[in-house]
């Protein structure tokens, strides 16, 4: 971005439009084709349409909650690395802000071990038979 | 002291790429994120912190609804709408969830438009991001009122678990927040592109420097991280 700064110094006065854009402007700074962005935006249409799927056919079980991780999983992945640009970053970065989120995963396991205990108290102790 | 280091010819010196990459890069007595400028280092830092916080809402609804021992509503039921007669259910959150990647999709092809230094195009995919940001909140706010009209209080709800109006209305609530704060700089910036203070450094937030439009990459930061969110309350709020 930065270079792309310097040898955009010398164009200020040219009027800004897309006429402008000559390829030593866009040499850097995160520029990619539109019809990748429009591929994603496409499968980001088709994964949420498989996970609204999954409930209108009202899939239950591991079935369900696999095809619904999954499907988050995929468009999450194509949000961050392709729209966030994170597959194009440097790897100190994407290290440093992708590996803290997993962390949470311990938390979500030492949750459930702990809401699946206190559910067996409630019903041990205080759930009233319906 | 934001600028990357550059040698005389205005070059970024060559930095090792792979875990090599990653150790120099954190091992030097310099900035860690080398050629990420300190704008969107900062913002991916204060996207992390509010992943937590999201994670933690998120976490907590999970708890409450785990240990439970009375039934939770069904979402499917409760989020469907009548439409010529017919049940279908949570078609409201669907189209909702196609209106936000929309509008991350024109954010992206925004920010692209930004560094080819097109004006109108940028500011107008922003402004058009912002409409589709505006829809959202505005279909929140009638599911919201539907459901505080059908007896859904943060303390209860006529299908069981109380504890469902508490996470329903924190959760898609601080996200509703995000969005609306969204839309706001959304506008702001588009503005700010259309006439063209980033090239002519006019004096104010985010315009200090010439021809720099990477504060449309990062305002997209923010928004596909709004998109994001919704990706996961989608998947564990209404489809659980």
């Known amino acids: ?130 | 002291m934001a600028e990357t280091v550059l040698t005389h010819s205005g070059q970024s010196p060559a930095r090792l790429e792979g875990w090599r990459g990653i150790a120099a890069d954190w091992a030097s007595d310099q900035r860690a994120f080398k050629n990420v400028s300190w704008g969107k280092a900062m913002m991916w830092i204060f996207l992390l912190s509010d992943t937590f916080i999201f994670s933690c809402f998120l976490l907590s609804y999970m708890t409450a609804r785990m240990s439970t021992t009375v039934p939770w509503p069904n979402p499917s039921e409760v989020f469907a709408l009548n439409f010529a007669g017919k049940q279908i259910p949570l078609i409201l959150i669907a189209i909702m969830t196609f209106i936000l990647i929309s509008s991350s999709g024109t954010m992206a092809m925004a920010v692209n438009f930004g560094y080819r230094r097109d004006r109108v195009r940028t500011a107008a995919l922003m402004l058009v991001t912002a409409a589709f940001g505006a829809t959202f909140v505005g279909m929140q706010a009638f599911e919201w009122t539907k459901l505080i009209m059908e007896g859904v209080r943060p303390w209860g709800n006529p299908w069981g678990a109380p504890q469902f109006g508490a996470s329903f209305f924190m959760i898609t609530g601080f996200h509703g927040t995000h969005v609306t704060i969204g839309v706001i700089f959304l506008i702001a910036i588009a503005r700010k592109v259309l006439r063209g203070d980033f090239d002519v450094e006019r004096r104010g937030f985010f315009t200090s420097r010439k021809g720099y439009y990477e504060i449309v990459e990062i305002m997209g930061l923010y928004w596909h991280f709004v998109d994001l969110v919704w990706v996961f309350i989608f998947a564990l709020f209404y489809l659980w």
């Open chain 1, 1 to 130: 971005m930065t270079n792309a700064t310097v040898h955009m110094e010398g164009q200020l006065h040219a009027p800004a439009h897309g006429a402008v854009a000559t390829a030593a402007v866009h040499a850097k700074g995160q520029q990619h084709p539109i019809k990748l962005y429009l591929v994603v935006w496409g499968w980001l249409f088709v994964l949420s349409t498989c996970s609204y799927l999954v409930d209108y056919f009202g899939l239950q079980g591991y079935l369900r909650w696999s095809l619904i991780l999954l499907f988050m999983m995929l468009k999450a992945g194509l949000i961050v690395a392709v729209f966030m640009h994170m597959a194009w970053e440097r790897l100190a970065l994407a290290y440093a802000i992708l590996l803290p989120p997993i962390a949470v995963l311990v938390f979500v396991s030492i949750m459930v071990l702990e809401s699946e205990y206190t559910h067996l108290l409630r019903v041990l102790f205080f759930a009233t038979p319906s």
